[in-house]
């Protein structure tokens, strides 16, 4: 493996009959490269007798998720560390191609009513994600823009905000805080919390077809599924 002009390569080797091999070398990049770049690479790969194909990190992360069936929870346990270790790592593509789902249950009325999504603070922050969706009863229910993300801790009933990204603004501030008074099943008080502020949680109905509800975030390509969007 190696890194050149920003793109990972891994050079994969195999066997296709006892007469004929196939080396194929796999440019992983976090965007999709150009044309120019593509083409300049895949010339290069044939005087060496190589294949050339690219593919990004989200490209990878989706098509494992592909290959897992919505009952295989251990499987998909492990994509969904995949997923967070290239969020982490920031590999995930940005800008507005992805839509970040957070399945929800009894909050949902909450989430909506005050236009946020929460979760605790250990897990990876989706800071580089526009969009945010929350899921529930097999359908995606809500889409919003994401404003501000803020992480707050409660210390003798007194609110500390640490913000993660955006501009927090005083009516953010407010609204976290009437969720936090307003939700009677969880004690948002007892631990801290990421929120999730977005300009309006939309209505829609973005339904799953296949069996099974989601176990897990997930990341929906728009560019598949809305036709002729410019995620650009």
């Known amino acids: 493996m ?18 004929d091999s196939l ?10 490269i150009g044309d120019s770049i593509r083409n300049e690479l895949t010339k290069k790969a044939a005087t060496r007798g190589i294949r050339f194909a690219t593919a ?7 098509e494992l ?33 992805w839509l970040v789902v ?15 999504y929460y979760e605790p603070p250990s897990r990876p922050c989706k800071h580089s994600y526009r969009f945010i969706g929350v899921y529930d009863q097999k359908s995606v229910r809500y ?3 994401v404003e501000a993300i803020a992480t707050v801790t409660f210390t003798n009933g007194k609110a500390s905000f640490v913000v993660e990204a955006g501009h927090l603004t005083d009516a953010h501030r407010t609204r976290i805080l ?7 099943y969880y004690n948002l008080k007892g631990n801290p919390h990421r929120y999730y502020l977005v300009d309006s949680f939309v209505p829609t109905d973005a339904r799953k077809i296949s069996a099974g509800g989601i176990w897990g975030m997930r990341y929906l390509d728009l560019t598949k599924i809305i036709s002729g969007y410019n995620s650009r």
């Open 56 to 62: 990004t990190f989200s490209q990878i992360a989706e």
């Open 102 to 116: 957070f399945p929800c249950g009894v909050s949902i009325a909450e989430n909506k009513r005050f236009d946020l």
């Open 2 to 19: 190696s890194i050149r002009s920003g793109v990972t390569s891994i050079v994969l080797s195999g066997a296709r009959s006892d007469l």
């Open 178 to 184: 009437g969720a936090v008074e307003e939700t009677p």
């Open 23 to 32: 080396t194929v070398l796999l440019g992983l990049t976090k965007d999709p």
């Open 65 to 97: 998720r592909g290959q897992c069936a919505d009952f295989d929870q251990e499987l998909l346990s492990i994509v969904g560390d995949y997923e967070e270790f290239i969020e982490t790592e920031t590999l995930l593509e940005v800008g507005n191609r």
């Open 143 to 145: 889409v919003g823009a």
